[in-house]
């Protein structure tokens, strides 16, 4: 079983009721003969009070040691963002959770990068996926732009040729050419605003007919297969990346929905924790695979602590029965699909009692991976559970009901996050099972 520490990070920052220091102290001490807690009541310390994201940014935090507090300083400058990834005056603007976690319900990492140097020239070296990560609106401006400023400069390269060439004369205007038997480099060149049309024209090979190069000035044909190129380079990258924006899977991830709370109920007489997943479409998600992590802290045999880290939770789509029994972590999803995990003496939950655990500072990561069957690319559904968001001694009520008329199995999304109480006892799954093993000691004696 892993070391967990009593310092579990904390996810949920809500406000517990205001309770006496005497029955905190009863608390701890019920806590303590039910058996040795891996996971701490609460946090005192290094933890950053100050949370601001302009505190942040100054470089400044205070930590709290005991009842202690220390000022500290943090390097770096400030975090710059790109794309879908989440900005800092989005952070602002979001409406304020009392919820501290790493994954939101909808699968929104609260993840902001700080101090990290040469941070836009590392984005601009894989500057494809910089783009694709952007917003459409800056796609579109960028696009805009890129088109705009492309036509300008070579407006006004060609327009300085016509310069020099003399075409801007009075008595070389088209006009008076065929008067004066003037060849012009470009012909149906007045101003500058037919120069920007025959700009236009010749990166996007319109060709109205109205205007058309000559032969009397070879730098023309060096411009014009220059423009002709830029004009390629261009719109295969707006395809490019527009392709690979609209092929992306990343809205497929909001029409798979995880149920709001998680259970711990008895199976089998094993204690396990137990989400639900749902498809909102009828196409499928292929080689659909479950993941879960605890993040928490934990303390190595040599006691060092490791702040935040991600310990991985077996994840079943099957009841087992046997121990023996090879766990599967993946599963079709045609109905809801529970998802569970085996509280058993290899998990970090083996110890935790349902008081313990609600009074714990854990969050547990959950993730699904599927191929999506129209497309073939593969997408990533998340969400997360915090210690109030997981009912001990409850479970699924059904959700999938035949309908015999018409022949089809009918799900009821509005009872997904339905549960109910069951007989699961209020232990943990360590003490469970010392209970069991005494029972089965005293039948074999008598």
């Given amino acids: 079983m892993s070391n967990w520490s009593k310092q579990m990070v904390s996810t949920s920052d809500r406000k517990l009721p205001q309770i006496s220091s005497q029955i905190q102290n009863i608390e701890r001490e019920i806590l303590e003969k039910e058996g040795r807690s891996e996971i701490e009541l609460s946090m005192k310390d290094d933890i950053i009070t100050e ?30 963002s790109v794309g879908s990834i989440t900005t800092l005056s989005e952070l602002r603007k979001r409406k304020k959770s009392k ?22 020239s590392r984005f601009l070296d894989d500057i494809f996926t910089t783009c694709v990560d952007l917003r459409w609106r800056y796609i579109f401006i960028g696009f805009t732009s890129s088109f705009l400023f492309s036509w300008l400069g070579f407006a006004a390269v060609w327009h300085l040729m016509f310069w020099l060439h003399g075409d801007l004369e009075e008595e070389h205007l088209p006009d008076l050419q065929e008067k004066n038997g003037w060849t012009p480099c470009v012909y149906t060149i007045h101003d500058f605003s037919s120069t920007f049309l025959y700009s236009v024209e010749t990166q996007h090979t319109i060709g109205y007919g109205l205007r058309g190069s000559s032969h009397k000035c070879p730098d023309t044909i060096i411009l014009q297969c220059l423009q002709s190129i830029t004009g390629v380079l261009i719109q295969a990258c707006m395809a490019g990346i527009v392709f690979a924006k609209l092929a992306r899977p990343k809205k497929r991830a909001k029409t798979v929905t995880f149920s709001k709370m998680a259970v711990i109920s008895q199976i089998n007489g094993k204690l396990r924790l137990i989400f639900r997943v749902a498809n909102i479409r009828n196409s499928q998600l292929l080689e659909s695979h479950f993941k879960a992590f605890i993040l928490g802290n934990v303390v190595t045999s040599e006691g060092r602590t490791i702040r935040h880290f ?10 087992i029965e046997d121990e023996d029994e090879d766990e599967q972590d993946y599963g079709p999803i045609f109905l809801p699909l529970m998802v569970g995990h085996t509280i058993d003496s290899s998990s970090p939950l083996y110890e935790v009692s349902p008081s313990q655990l609600l009074y714990s500072k854990l969050e547990v990561l959950v993730m699904l991976e599927g191929i999506v069957e129209p497309s073939g690319n593969t997408v990533q559904a998340r969400t997360s559970y915090l210690p109030r968001e997981i009912l001990w001694g409850h479970s699924f009520v059904n959700c999938v009901t035949y309908a015999n008329r018409e022949g089809v199995y009918l799900i009821d999304h509005g009872k997904v996050d339905s549960v109910m109480a069951d007989e699961t006892p209020r232990m943990s799954a360590k003490k469970l099972e010392s209970l069991n093993s005494d029972r089965k000691e005293n039948l074999s004696d008598n």
């Fill in 51 to 80: 949370e601001s994201i302009e505190d942040i940014e100054t470089g400044s935090y205070k930590t709290e040691t005991g009842t202690r507090l220390t000022e500290g300083t943090v390097g770096g400058g400030r975090t710059d």
């Fill in 99 to 120: 919820d501290r976690r790493l994954i939101d319900k909808d699968g929104t990492l609260r993840i902001v990068h700080h101090g990290l140097k040469e941070r836009s």
């Fill in 310 to 319: 991600q310990t991985e939770l077996p994840l079943s789509t099957q009841i």
